[in-house]
């Protein structure tokens, strides 16, 4: 709870004093970054890799007597 405090406090200064874009801007490098190397990958190989992951990672029924 302190720590999210802490951070809306720096977000909040950083705001204040007109900082915000220089602060946000490695963020927002990183999310572009992102979304580059994501619009390589075609569709149907994104579509295959989600089945994939969900397949290993989905909730299998409790078995009930």
Same mark, same amino acid.
């Given at each position: ?7 809306? $406090?720096? *977000?909040?200064?950083?705001?204040? =004093?007109?900082?915000? +874009? @220089?602060? %946000?801007?490695?963020? #927002?490098?990183?999310? $572009?970054? *992102?979304?580059?190397?994501?619009? =390589?990958?075609?569709? +149907? @190989?994104? %579509?295959?890799?989600? #089945? ?14």
């Amino acid at each position: 709870m302190i720590r999210i405090l802490a951070w809306l $406090a720096l *977000a909040g200064y950083l705001a204040l =004093v007109g900082l915000w +874009p @220089a602060a %946000a801007a490695p963020v #927002a490098l990183t999310a $572009a970054g *992102a979304a580059a190397v994501i619009a =390589v990958i075609p569709g +149907p @190989a994104l %579509a295959l890799i989600a #089945a994939a992951v969900w397949l290993k990672h989905r909730n299998t029924p409790t078995a009930t007597a």
